[in-house]
């Protein structure tokens, strides 16, 4: 008989230090459970996490009844919600988009915006600035990948990314995602 797989998504934000993620992942492995998938970063000098933690449905209890004593250890807030396994991307092809530009308001809001007028999903998506070599300018990178429906036309696809990227006068690519 297989094993229903259970799922809790655990999102914590707090002031960064060290020691955090060590914290907050042996609490999950003592209570039985398993960090499937995570993103982790710090913004700002805020600490900010996203956890897919799986287990079963008991073992999550256990994990579920030990946040707000890690929240007040940690001084992190913490949110959690039980979900079930992702549903497979039936007839999407995972293409990567990489964006590079001057820094200005709006560049996610119209790339999301491009996607989203095409039924695009944005399955992940990473932002950065920094400053650009020897003149300093403030420049911003994304890099996320999108679900495209099997049924569009990548060309098509493609050359209409391109030229929405020009008139924006950012720097864009668009290629499969590589394993």
């Known amino acids: 008989m297989a094993t229903h797989k259970t799922y809790l998504v655990i999102s914590a934000v707090g002031a960064d230090h060290p020691g955090l993620?060590?914290?907050?992942?042996?609490?999950i492995l003592e209570h039985g459970c398993n960090?499937?998938?995570?993103?982790?970063?710090?913004?700002?000098?805020?600490?900010?996490?996203?956890?897919?933690?799986?287990?079963?449905?008991?073992?999550?209890?256990k994990v579920e009844n030990a946040l707000p004593e890690l929240q007040r250890s940690l001084d992190l807030t913490i949110v959690c919600k039980r979900t079930g396994a992702r549903a497979q991307g039936e007839g999407k092809l995972p293409y990567a988009v990489d964006?590079?530009?001057?820094?200005?308001?709006?560049?996610?809001?119209?790339?999301?915006?491009?996607?989203?007028?095409?039924?695009?999903?944005?399955?992940?998506?990473?932002?950065t600035t920094y400053a650009a070599?020897?003149?300093?300018?403030?420049?911003?990178?994304?890099?996320m990948t999108v679900g495209i429906p099997s049924d569009t036309h990548i060309a098509t696809l493609r050359e209409e990314f391109m030229d929405y990227c020009d008139g924006l006068n950012l720097d864009a690519v668009l290629e499969p995602q590589k394993a």
């Open 99 to 127: 964006v590079i530009a001057m820094d200005h308001p709006g560049i996610v809001n119209n790339l999301a915006g491009f996607f989203a007028e095409r039924r695009i999903n944005i399955e992940d998506m990473a932002t």
């Open 35 to 61: 960090i499937e998938d995570s993103r982790m970063t710090v913004l700002g000098g805020e600490f900010a996490a996203i956890l897919l933690v799986e287990g079963k449905w008991n073992t999550l209890a």
């Open 133 to 143: 070599a020897h003149t300093g300018t403030p420049m911003f990178a994304v890099h």
């Open 21 to 27: 993620v060590n914290d907050l992942s042996r609490s």
